[in-house]
């Protein structure tokens, strides 16, 4: 079955620069989360798209930025990176607004700030 | 404050025994999630309950979600190598646009030969 896929896997970035964040979620899955996990950390919610819109937010900087496509997925945008945003990032999909809420998850994106 | 509580933070047992992780909380959630993770990899979900009181199973894996659903456990009966991981309990709130996840910290199962 398909999955959700991220891109890049892996990113190393200096501090100051841009970075940008790609998630495909499941076939027919009209949500997007993303969320952030630093070392030894549990995921936090950083922000949610439904059918394009920003359904929710989290503890998303406003150095971040993010959109969903038309086609469903989803781009994350950070600028001025600090060291602290070195983490993994997770994308999430799942179909509509569901009872049950279930989310899949992406295999994330390393994002490595020196 | 974390929302959930997870314990035991860490668990190292033998091959074979039963162990049980705990996902405790003071409010209520519409569902819940329980994921397991391995480094450097994305949360697999394993299970999601709804109902208080629910019980599912997976294979050696029990799920229970507390009657006021507030609380939630996972029962793993006769321990295998293979299940060594990071577990992860992640309650979605009710009501309203909110839905995403909050996870507890987790809990690190070591299960040795």
């Known amino acids: 079955a398909a999955g959700v896929i991220q891109s890049p896997r892996h990113l190393i970035k200096e501090k100051r620069e841009t970075a940008t964040l790609k998630c495909y979620p499941i076939?027919?899955?009209?949500?997007v989360y993303w969320y952030q996990q630093g070392p030894g950390q549990d995921p936090q919610f950083l922000i949610s798209f439904y059918e394009k819109m920003q359904s929710d937010k989290g503890s998303i900087p406003d150095r971040f930025s993010a959109q969903q496509f038309s086609d469903y997925h989803s781009e994350l945008n950070m600028s001025s990176l600090e060291l602290g945003d070195s983490a993994l990032y997770f994308c999430?999909?799942?179909?509509?607004?569901?009872?049950?809420?279930?989310?899949?998850f992406g295999p994330g994106t390393r994002l490595t700030v020196l | 404050t974390q929302l959930l509580e997870q314990s035991p933070q860490f668990l190292s047992i033998q091959e074979g025994e039963n162990l049980t992780v705990y996902c405790n909380s003071s409010?209520?959630?519409?569902?819940l999630q329980w994921y397991r993770q391995e480094p450097g990899e994305g949360p697999v979900l394993l299970v999601t309950v709804v109902t208080g009181g629910e019980v599912k199973k997976l294979k050696r894996l029990t799920f229970q979600f507390g009657d006021a659903r507030k609380d939630s456990s996972l029962h793993i009966t006769a321990a295998q190598t293979g299940d060594t991981g990071l577990y992860l309990c992640a309650g979605a709130r009710s009501g309203g646009s909110n839905y995403k996840l909050t996870f507890g910290k987790g809990t690190l199962l070591t299960v040795n030969p």
């Open positions: 076939p027919r899955h009209d949500t």
């Open positions: 409010s209520v959630f519409s569902s």
């Open positions: 999430a999909s799942s179909l509509g607004r569901t009872r049950t809420r279930e989310q899949f």
